[in-house]
DNA sequence: GGCATTTTGTATCAATGACTACAAATAAAG
DNA sequence: CTTTATTTGTAGTCATTGATACAAAATGCC
């Protein structure tokens, strides 16, 4: 497992890359993207910025890295959520459920990463939260779809809306609580939508 | 009207603070408020950085003015939506039809003002545009409280929520049906919280 | 005309942003 | 030991940020 490959040629890392993404993740979560400086990032890492340029590229290219490590740690786990075996209905409310729990579980790091990142000011780094967001938006309509086709450009945006706005909310310091009650609220809607007969 | 009064003393004014304000309002609504610079505005409003900061006395101090403008120009004219002689769920079915409209009425001013300035990285224009929507959050709550006491808080929370995210995907560029698609499904869960029979 | 008052234009300021040039340091390969 | 490859630390670069110092210009008041 640790024993990737033999030592490639020159001088050593001084740090380790994975724990640096983690690291990254936490403070751009914490703080939003513009809000986080390379200058923050290489305190925070241990490093200088040569060292940081070289391994991560650029700062946008980093966030990438965070991005992507979000999606395995942190993110709502949609594939696990959106069960084929499940009405859609209640699958629906599980991630909105899931949203509200996952964006206020850390008040230091509130809302979602890639929702928030979608709105920062740096072109590369607003794509990439973008890209990002379209895959989970792709998900969740692909499973709409499968079973209400009809429904799911409607029912899909409704989620994306919803989620954006626990995120936002969820940033502005809202309670669990406050949060678990506007997913329930915003699921009876889908449950309206989607009649429980049609569960197939 | 336009004789307020004798002239001050000193030099006059080489620009119309007012229609200042309304071209910094455009500016920071189109942009972001991050994302104008001093340098933006000072060209935009064709004078230099003394003038700029005589009158308003800083880039925030002048997000104020705009912000206040918006309450009169722009923003959802919640004063006349929330008509109490109108049942309170039909009432916030047409502010957040409202929202979808207006949101999306402006493709180079997408979103709300006020909400998006919510998430702004400056202490001071954050807190000016935190004021404003907690007037305007105050101002639903009472209009439902008025009949729906024990469902206020709820329903507040979710309006707050749902706008939040309609004006977050206005600024990804949702159209305006869709938005309204958003806001329609967004009702029927307030109507289903507030059934008509309690109209009062 | 002379004085007080206010605004304007020129020319900055200090701080911070992302990012790099360059040589010393550290390793494997020959 | 020499060569080659890679990372590191020092010390910057350059653009942009919000905000100002200061004197000249333009008005009302006396």
Avoid: W
């Amino acid at each position: 497992m640790t024993t990737n490959k033999a030592r490639p040629r020159g001088r050593p890392r001084g740090f380790d890359p994975d724990q640096a993404v983690a690291t990254a993740q936490r403070l751009f979560h914490a703080r939003g993207y513009d809000a986080v400086s390379v200058a923050d990032l290489t305190e925070a890492l241990g490093i200088n910025p040569p060292s940081f340029y070289a391994a991560f590229g650029s700062k946008a290219g980093l966030y990438a890295r965070a991005v992507g490590r979000y999606a395995n740690a942190g993110a709502i786990p949609l594939p696990e959520l959106l069960c084929p075996n499940r009405p859609v209905a209640e699958s629906l409310a599980a991630v909105l459920e899931a949203a509200a729990r996952i964006y206020a579980a850390n008040p230091d790091a509130a809302g979602c990463l890639v929702l928030e990142g979608t709105r920062c000011n740096d072109p590369a780094a607003r794509e990439t939260a973008r890209a990002s967001n379209d895959a989970a938006a792709d998900t969740i309509r692909r499973f709409i779809a499968a079973r209400h086709p009809e429904e799911a450009e409607r029912l899909t945006d409704y989620m994306n809306t919803t989620m954006a706005g626990l995120s936002a909310k969820a940033r502005d310091g809202y309670s669990l609580d406050r949060l678990l009650a506007t997913a329930r609220l915003a699921s009876q809607a889908i449950a309206q939508a989607l009649p429980a007969s049609a569960s197939r």
